[in-house]
């Protein structure tokens, strides 16, 4: 039996936010014409107009008549209308105002379109924790992640992802006594392709495929589904994410040692002789706040195959024009079945030689308190 350092960054969700992270950022696409009646085009009118007010205007016309055989000249006097057009220009103007197709970059549902490069820079801090006994463990990381894409048509684009992690694992006793262990490393690399499958004025929906191999041989095969219905400025979406997890025989959960004692332990989160299912089924709403700002909030229910957890994640996007963007999120725990549950632990001498593996103890430790939190910002870029 083999023990593997992947305990160091698997516990309580961290497991998958490394093999999810490309799935959460999969094809994200929207137009401008989700927040305007008029679709690609804003007009605005202001319509010119000319009123002409005629009216009579009454005036002395003197003229003078010979009267044909008289003596003298007599002069007859009349008044007569005459008519005077008087006309008024009412100033006004007509023009029309064009918007470019503007696509937001942080939208979940964004993908570039043939021929363009999408790419996403995500720098995150991570932490989570549990109890055990009179131990406190936490979990440090702090991470860069790359999403490349690129669009093959319109509807279909290629994907390509890797990810560097600085991680500390902290066991600490109620005596103050503790363990500390680091590890940097290109954790994560993997390819995938993923489609817009539907995408109307009122519908849009992705199907998404990814592979991504973590350190230490683990493998995933990922599957990535969202829909959402468009509503004025907003797109109200649910999404399903299911990956299949190759851990070659291994066991996996948090590894520690003590070599003043010349002893290591593993708290054991399941046991992969089999291969591991995991699934996430959430909602969401993003929205348009302004012309440049946009919010997304996320729930998410995931089946972690030794645990269960719900989150929640919020989002605020801002996007100065069609090339940038920024993108802050946060992310927490609300509920996890891991409080209170029974683990085993396998005990044994250092060194991991066959004959002290074979001599290795068990028991059973139950967990509590725990909780997993992330912060992150993305930097996004379309071209």
Same mark, same amino acid.
């Given at each position: 039996?083999?023990?593997?350092?992947?305990?160091?960054?698997?516990?309580?969700?961290?497991?998958?936010?490394?093999?999810?992270?490309?799935?959460?950022?999969?094809?994200?696409?929207?137009?401008?014409?989700?927040?305007?009646?008029?679709?690609?085009?804003?007009?605005?009118?202001?319509?010119?107009?000319?009123?002409?007010?005629?009216?009579?205007?009454?005036?002395?016309?003197?003229?003078?008549?010979?009267?044909?055989?008289?003596?003298?000249?007599?002069?007859?006097?009349?008044?007569?209308?005459?008519?005077?057009?008087?006309?008024?220009?009412?100033?006004?103007?007509?023009?029309?105002?064009?918007?470019?197709?503007?696509?937001?970059?942080?939208?979940?549902?964004?993908?570039?379109?043939?021929?363009?490069?999408?790419?996403?820079? %995500?720098? @995150?801090?991570?932490?989570?924790? /549990?109890?055990? +006994? !009179?131990?406190?463990?936490?979990?440090? *990381?702090?991470?860069?992640?790359?999403?490349?894409?690129?669009?093959?048509?319109?509807?279909?684009?290629?994907?390509?992802?890797?990810?560097?992690?600085?991680?500390?694992?902290?066991?600490?006793?109620?005596?103050?006594?503790?363990?500390?262990?680091?590890?940097?490393?290109?954790?994560?690399?993997?390819?995938?392709?993923?489609?817009?499958?539907?995408?109307?004025?009122?519908?849009?929906?992705?199907?998404?495929?990814?592979?991504?191999?973590?350190?230490?041989?683990?493998?995933?095969?990922?599957?990535?589904?969202?829909?959402?219905?468009?509503?004025?400025?907003?797109?109200?979406?649910?999404?399903?994410?299911?990956?299949?997890?190759?851990?070659?025989?291994?066991?996996?959960?948090?590894?520690?040692?003590?070599?003043? %004692?010349? @002893?290591?332990?593993?708290?054991? /989160?399941?046991? +992969? !002789?089999?291969?591991?299912?995991?699934? *996430?089924?959430?909602?969401?709403?993003?929205?348009?706040?302004?012309?440049?700002?946009?919010?997304?909030?996320?729930?998410?229910?995931?089946?972690?195959?030794?645990?269960?957890?719900?989150?929640?994640?919020?989002?605020?996007?801002?996007?100065?024009?069609?090339?940038?963007?920024?993108?802050?999120?946060?992310?927490?725990?609300?509920?996890?079945?891991?409080?209170?549950?029974?683990?085993?632990?396998?005990?044994?001498?250092?060194?991991?030689?066959?004959?002290?593996?074979?001599?290795?103890?068990?028991?059973?430790?139950?967990?509590?308190?725990?909780?997993?939190?992330?912060?992150?910002?993305?930097?996004?870029?379309?071209?």
């Amino acid at each position: 039996m083999k023990i593997k350092y992947f305990g160091l960054v698997v516990a309580l969700g961290s497991f998958v936010a490394l093999g999810a992270n490309a799935g959460s950022r999969s094809s994200m696409y929207s137009s401008i014409d989700m927040q305007n009646s008029d679709g690609n085009t804003i007009r605005i009118n202001r319509s010119a107009s000319q009123s002409y007010d005629d009216y009579p205007q009454t005036r002395t016309v003197r003229r003078s008549y010979n009267n044909s055989g008289a003596t003298q000249t007599r002069t007859y006097q009349r008044a007569e209308p005459a008519y005077v057009s008087k006309t008024t220009y009412k100033s006004g103007s007509t023009y029309k105002k064009s918007a470019m197709r503007k696509y937001f970059i942080a939208n979940p549902f964004y993908q570039p379109l043939k021929g363009q490069f999408g790419s996403v820079t %995500t720098g @995150e801090y991570m932490q989570g924790t /549990y109890k055990f +006994a !009179d131990v406190d463990r936490t979990l440090t *990381e702090w991470s860069l992640k790359e999403d490349f894409s690129y669009g093959l048509t319109d509807r279909i684009a290629l994907q390509a992802m890797a990810k560097y992690n600085w991680d500390e694992l902290v066991w600490k006793n109620s005596a103050g006594d503790k363990d500390v262990y680091k590890n940097d490393d290109l954790n994560l690399y993997g390819l995938g392709i993923q489609g817009r499958i539907v995408d109307t004025n009122e519908w849009i929906s992705t199907l998404s495929g990814y592979y991504e191999h973590q350190k230490h041989g683990v493998d995933y095969f990922i599957a990535d589904l969202k829909a959402g219905y468009k509503v004025a400025t907003s797109t109200i979406y649910g999404l399903g994410r299911a990956w299949i997890v190759d851990m070659e025989g291994d066991i996996y959960g948090d590894y520690m040692e003590n070599t003043d %004692t010349m @002893e290591w332990g593993i708290v054991k /989160y399941g046991d +992969a !002789d089999k291969t591991l299912f995991m699934a *996430e089924l959430g909602a969401g709403v993003w929205t348009v706040l302004a012309e440049d700002w946009t919010l997304n909030v996320e729930g998410l229910y995931g089946f972690y195959d030794w645990h269960n957890q719900l989150s929640i994640k919020g989002a605020f996007g801002w996007q100065p024009n069609d090339w940038f963007a920024l993108n802050l999120y946060a992310k927490t725990s609300l509920y996890d079945s891991a409080d209170g549950k029974n683990l085993d632990i396998y005990a044994g001498n250092l060194p991991m030689t066959a004959e002290n593996m074979a001599a290795m103890g068990t028991g059973r430790v139950e967990l509590s308190k725990p909780r997993e939190w992330s912060i992150g910002l993305q930097v996004m870029f379309q071209f």
